[in-house]
């Protein structure tokens, strides 16, 4: 796998589970998008960006962010975890250069405020196995997993 010698641009997320189903507007010229999971017509997910006109790796970490924030739900129920309500997902995805071939990474950071750092560890590595986009990627890009846990 090779490695980005310089990065172009990032698309940066931030996902939050939601059981509200609404979305407060974006700031900042930030986009804010609520997702709903398949066969559900509430709303699941909201990531808010940071552009008001989304670069394909903003929506791709957008995309990638819910699928994992619900990935991380899934493994919390069947390990009887109680997620904090502030549970979140970031998801940062450089489009970069090495030479003149153009490559993606990215950095995921599961933030779960309270939660002991080893199951928190355990919750991030789960749902990195589970979850189709980091199945997707897995290999192909270079992505560092990281776990916040105050």
């Known amino acids: 796998m090779s490695k980005i010698e310089k990065v172009l641009a990032t698309g940066k997320t931030h996902t939050t589970a939601s059981t509200a189903g609404n979305t407060s507007g974006g700031h900042n010229g930030s986009l804010d998008i609520t997702l709903s999971t398949p066969g559900s017509a509430k709303p699941a997910h909201v990531f808010a960006g940071t552009q008001p006109h989304p670069a394909a790796e903003q929506l791709f970490a957008g995309a990638w962010s819910a699928c994992y924030t619900a990935a991380v739900g899934l493994v919390a129920n069947d390990l009887n975890v109680v997620l904090p309500a502030d549970f979140s ?22 933030r779960v405020p309270g939660l002991p750092h080893d199951i928190a560890t355990t919750l991030a590595h789960t749902a990195d196995q589970i979850c189709p986009y980091s199945k997707a990627t897995r290999g192909n890009i270079d992505v560092a997993l990281n776990v916040l846990t105050v």
């Open 89 to 110: 997902v970031d998801i940062e995805v450089d489009l970069g250069q090495t030479g003149p071939a153009y490559f993606l990474q990215a950095r995921l950071t599961l």
